[in-house]
């Protein structure tokens, strides 16, 4: 009861997450739940996803014609078990429709459905499969679907006063569209995101170099290291193997088995890498010209910077200043950290030299030398008595020898300065003089900090300053047509970094030292520590190994879930032990296992499924009410799903039916939401991360913050209004309704017919030929509330595009 108390005097306050960690320690251990856990954990390694992948032998059916590839035979078995049948073929309307939409992301025209329809070849189906993979188009809609795993965006996010762009982002887009294209094995695929700068020789082409956009085009969180390397863990565990790894960040994994040392001996191999100072080029420019231009300008604006940071390092051992620290430390010589701060600010000196300062005169003072001992008796002197106690202390020092410098004690007395401040000023005139045969040409070694270190040490408006000129350069990287582009690279650094355990997360909290090496939930009796640089090539090629049970299976039901329209197990992104089991197990080991006999070939996957019965079902079952009855969500596959289409191909579709479309590939990416906005397809939409344009939210585009496992689909009133009021759509209704062709036709009739093949890609019944001649004739025949601006031919082509069948895929 004393429990129960506690826990409602907590809910009172709303220490949720108090409650939870206390029915976590106290009372979970002791229930049903509680005990399955802790069951659950210790038999993890007999874990569907974590067992070897194995080659199922299909079952065999007698007199089935449904069953036509292996995959049928999995799903067919299942489907009999619940005595469900599965669904027809759908027509070859639909099929070409869908087709065209899962492989390039718009949908065929007419004239290419009315050839596939009346295409009597049997391989008809096959060469279409085969013809769409082939496509560069393939690239750009598939891309998309990776970018969603890698967090993509164009800018870094909050990032206080600092420049947010990431000029050369597009690169790595651009090398996705073009690796899935080329059909680039996928753990090859894997290889060289993770550690292309591993692989790639001088001498080699660069261009793979790009791949590596896939670890630094996340999130910059205010440019917090651990929080960088854990979200960059995160994709990377997450997106290539389904595991929640950075859940053990702080403590040990509280279901899988991932302990808080695999943690950082993974954090290890990330924080050995670092970002070059100096992006490497992809490869020569194509336009000299621009190129020189644009690296003149480039040279200038750095060369600015540069020289900034230069004057400002340099400030620190010239005489006004080493004068000015001289007395901020002396005066601060007792004063705490932050109270030594604070006089540091109110005298315009910066915070690190200034510390410095007082700890080099802390340990002078305690070792008795004799370069400062002139200066500790004079600044112990009164201020309105220092002229006259001045010479009775410099002759009580000379009678020392051993205590005072005779070179100090010798200037001052010929310069006999009237105040300490001028005292200080002939001591920096002393120490910052440059000269080799000066005694003291060591004495400001202690507060000398390199330009290239100083920027973080500068005081708010230096650090202001210096942020408006790295803008400038980014905006110009960014914006200059002749930017080459470049990789966003990771390399080692020149001494791996060993990692140590943050106790409860905290990087202030270190405890006990691991070793950089893989998962010991996969390696556990192989597993060596990483030797080679950072790590990262090695932990690489565990991730793409033929047998690590995880990657191969889940890239599959990624593909299965995007060409199905729902996924074999539910939770793409989490294969642990609290993860969905799949809904057919075996024939998503059947998959992997040949995914990875076939060389990691992911159009040979894709196509393997598109030459199913499974994926040329129809969306309408025969017996559609037994099945929705045993099966509500369609787990069996007993139909085709009806998918919504995503908002990329949604308005590429819009583009596409219009003629509008630009079809230019690669390049920078471009405005598609302002009011002036390009006609490129939405895989080169620009992303701003922290400002993400709202019809990206209304339509559910992935979150660019982080790691997306699936996109969620919403039905919220926002769509609607869109489709009624974007200029996008209004533009592409015009351009429809104002064609050559169409403005050549004069009866309703072929006009309507021409919309309907245009935009639906086929012919209209009577009875909506019927409906749109009668919407036509009374629009024009109304004189009152008539949009003249809007003409009626413009409202039913736009009538059109914002129809379910336009937006969905049978």
């Known amino acids: 009861m004393k429990y129960l108390f506690t826990f409602f005097q907590l809910f009172k306050i709303g220490h949720a997450p108090i409650i939870y960690a206390l029915t976590v320690l106290f009372l979970l251990p002791n229930t049903d739940m509680g005990r399955a856990i802790s069951e659950e954990v210790s038999n993890s390694r007999n874990h569907w996803a974590f067992s070897p992948i194995k080659n199922p032998l299909p079952p065999e059916f007698q007199q089935d014609d449904w069953a036509q590839t292996n995959i049928d035979r999995f799903i067919l078995r299942k489907i009999k078990d619940t005595k469900l049948t599965p669904s027809k073929e759908a027509p070859r309307e639909t099929l070409i429709r869908r087709i065209y939409f899962d492989l390039l992301g718009h949908p065929p025209k007419y004239s290419e459905i009315e050839s596939f329809i009346k295409n009597p070849a049997p391989n008809a189906y096959i060469n279409l499969v085969d013809n769409l993979l082939s496509s560069p188009e393939f690239g750009e809609k598939w891309a998309r679907h990776w970018l969603d795993i890698a967090r993509y965006a164009d800018t870094k996010g909050y990032v206080f006063q600092e420049s947010r762009e990431y000029p050369y982002a597009y690169s790595y887009r651009d090398w996705v569209i073009n690796s899935l294209n080329q059909d680039l094995p996928y753990n090859e695929f894997i290889i060289y995101q993770l550690a292309a700068d591993r692989i790639i020789k001088n001498n080699e082409n660069k261009k793979n170099l790009a791949a590596m956009g896939f670890l630094t085009v996340g999130r910059r ?127 315009s000196l910066l915070h690190e030299p200034t510390i410095r300062w007082r700890n080099h005169l802390k340990a002078k003072k305690k070792s008795g030398d004799p370069i400062y001992a002139t200066w500790f008796k004079l600044y112990s002197l009164k201020e309105d008595s220092f002229i006259q106690s001045l010479q009775l202390s410099l002759n009580e020092l000379e009678k020392n020898e051993i205590k005072a410098n005779k070179t100090i004690l010798s200037l001052l007395k010929e310069k006999s300065p009237n105040s300490i401040k001028e005292a200080a000023q002939i001591y920096a005139s002393l120490l910052s003089d440059t000269k080799a045969t000066n005694e003291f040409d060591k004495e400001l070694d202690h507060v000398i900090i390199p330009s290239s270190k100083i920027f973080p040490l500068l005081e708010t408006k230096g650090q202001q300053h210096v942020r408006n000129l790295r803008r400038n350069l980014a905006k110009i990287k960014t914006t200059h047509h002749g930017a080459p582009p470049k990789a966003m690279v990771l390399v080692d650094r020149p001494t791996p970094r060993e990692p140590r355990i943050f106790q409860r997360g905290d990087p202030n909290n270190k405890g006990e030292k691991v070793p950089r090496r893989f998962l010991a939930l996969l390696e556990n009796k192989n597993r060596i520590q990483y030797t080679e640089g950072s790590g990262r090539l090695e932990m690489a090629r565990s991730i ?77 079952n025969s017996k559609q009410a037994k099945a929705h009855q045993i099966d509500p969500e369609n787990r069996l596959f007993t139909k085709a799903n009806r998918k919504r289409l995503n908002f990329e191909s949604f308005r ?147 009538a059109l595009l914002s129809t379910n069948e336009f937006i969905f895929i049978d």
Request: proline share 6%; with cysteine.
């Open 652 to 798: 590429d579709s819009i583009l596409y039916v219009s003629g509008k479309i630009d079809t230019t590939m690669h390049g920078r990416p471009v405005d598609i939401t302002s009011s002036n906005y390009s006609t490129r397809r939405s895989i080169y939409a620009r992303i701003e991360r922290q400002n993400l344009p709202p019809v990206f939210r209304t339509f559910d585009f992935a979150s660019p913050d982080v790691h997306s496992p699936k996109r969620p689909e919403t039905t919220v009133p926002q769509q609607a209004l869109f489709v009624l009021n974007n200029e996008l759509i209004q533009d592409q209704s015009t351009a429809i309704a104002n064609s050559q062709r169409f403005n050549q036709l004069t009866k309703h009739s072929d006009k309507i017919i021409l919309l309907y093949q245009q935009i639906l890609s086929r012919n209209p019944s009577n009875e909506e030929l019927q409906d749109s001649v009668d919407f036509i004739v009374s629009s024009q025949n109304q004189t009152k509330g008539t949009d003249a601006n809007y003409p009626v031919w413009d409202q039913l082509a736009q």
């Open 221 to 347: 969180f205010l440019n917090r290291s651990p929080d960088i390397i854990d979200d960059r863990m995160d994709v990377t565990f997450r997106g290539l193997m389904g595991l929640t790894v950075a859940c053990s960040r702080c403590h040990d994994h509280k279901y899988d088995p991932i302990p808080i040392s695999d943690y950082y001996s993974l954090y290890g191999v990330f924080d050995s890498s670092e970002e070059p100072s100096e992006l490497p080029l992809l490869g020569p420019p194509n336009d000299l010209e621009a190129y020189n231009s644009f690296k003149s300008i480039i040279d200038s604006k750095q060369s600015d910077i540069d020289s900034y940071l230069e004057k400002r390092s340099k400030e620190l051992t010239q005489k006004s200043y080493v004068g000015k620290y001289l007395l901020a430390a002396s005066e601060g010589l007792n004063l705490s950290a932050d109270q030594l701060k604070k006089l540091a600010s109110s005298k």
């Open 544 to 620: 793409a190994s033929d047998t690590n049970p995880l990657t191969s299976r889940v890239w599959v039901n990624r593909v299965w879930g995007h060409l199905m329209g729902s996924h074999l197990v539910s939770t793409p992104s989490d294969f642990g032990l609290r993860s969905d089991h799949p809904s057919h197990p075996e024939l998503l080991d059947y998959l992997a296992f040949n995914f990875i006999t076939s060389g990691w070939s992911t159009k040979k996957l894709i196509r393997s499924i598109l030459l199913s019965s499974t994926y040329k079902q129809s969306s309408i």
